[in-house]
């Protein structure tokens, strides 16, 4: 089946860095990629869907300036938190958009841990 | 009130019970979905249903449009089905949206 790759899947950093996540389909082309926000014990939220070539859609309470999608390609997305502070500590996961009627992939996710 | 709500919110069993989760949703809803979170995170889609009844394995899910209603059900339960099961649903005014439930951690001791 496809596979959705992330990386890294886990990084510390100090407040004031920006980190860069990067997810790629490894199997399929993913014209959409959805990335999601997942604080402990909290459902998934969705931040922001990006379109292969286009600029990316941000829900309501995201920061487009902060969060910085990336989707150049049909098989990577990357997502840019910049400067960095602790309250962006959070599990990050990408998921391309449904290839088909049964199936939805997500990615294996990526733990950031804000100093 | 959230648009999707599960329950219950934690599970115990021992190996072998019946388990039953279940979810309610109040939006109009092109389709559901069952997820299985592990531990160190990742999500795997068990289910995508938009009506009636699927089987795989020991996992069964229905759905009641109608009554706006999802279950799914454990059956022969076994510690390595210890996971966060999440419902999410897409819906009709944006079908490729995704919203989650909160979630059920369920817990199936030897």
């Known amino acids: 089946g496809a596979v959705v790759s992330q990386h890294p899947s886990r990084v510390i950093c100090k407040s004031g860095t920006s980190v860069k996540i990067e997810c790629r389909s490894l199997d399929f082309q993913a014209t959409t990629m959805f990335w999601y926000r997942q604080f402990p014990k909290q459902s998934l939220m969705l931040m922001a869907t990006s379109n292969e070539g286009s600029k990316a859609t941000y829900e309501q309470g995201v920061e487009k300036d902060k969060f910085l999608i990336n989707h150049a390609s049909l098989t990577l997305s990357t997502l840019t938190v910049t400067s960095a502070h602790p309250e962006d500590s959070s599990f990050y996961i990408c998921?391309?958009?449904?290839?088909?009627?049964?199936?939805?992939?997500f990615g294996p996710g990526t733990r950031l841990t804000v100093l | 009130k959230n648009e999707v709500e599960q329950s219950p919110q934690n599970l115990t069993a021992q190996e072998g019970e019946f388990i039953t989760i279940n979810c309610s949703y109040s939006?109009?809803?092109?389709?559901l979905h069952w997820l299985q979170q592990h531990p160190g995170g990742g999500i795997v889609s068990l289910f995508m249903?938009?009506?009636g009844k699927k089987k795989h394995g020991r996992l069964i899910a229905t759905i009641n449009i109608q009554e706006k209603h999802s279950s799914l059900h454990i059956t022969a339960s076994h510690p390595r089905d210890s996971a966060v099961y999440i419902c999410?649903?897409?819906?009709?005014?944006?079908?490729?949206?995704?919203?989650f439930g909160t979630g059920t951690r369920l817990q199936v001791f030897p």
């Open positions: 939006v109009g809803i092109s389709a």
């Open positions: 998921s391309p958009g449904r290839d088909g009627p049964d199936t939805q992939y």
């Open positions: 999410a649903v897409s819906p009709s005014y944006n079908t490729d949206k995704l919203i």
């Open positions: 249903l938009s009506s």
